[in-house]
């Protein structure tokens, strides 16, 4: 049963650091950066982040480059 109590903390403490970091990004205007598409139709929209895509990959890139070259 600890064992069970342990992994749900971890998934509790995960959801919240990943809650506060999209939080964060919202209010920092991640998301609606200029060359992230929104086309608006009558009945639908579709909305594609490019811009942040492209922003989160290179971000990702780095930090993992950075990671796996100080475990060697």
Known sequence: MSQLAKVLMTVGALLFVVGGALWLAHRLG??????????????VTFHFPLATSLLVSLLLTVLLNLWLRKTR
């Open 30 to 43: 991640i998301g609606r950066l200029p060359g992230d598409f929104t086309w608006k139709g009558k009945n």
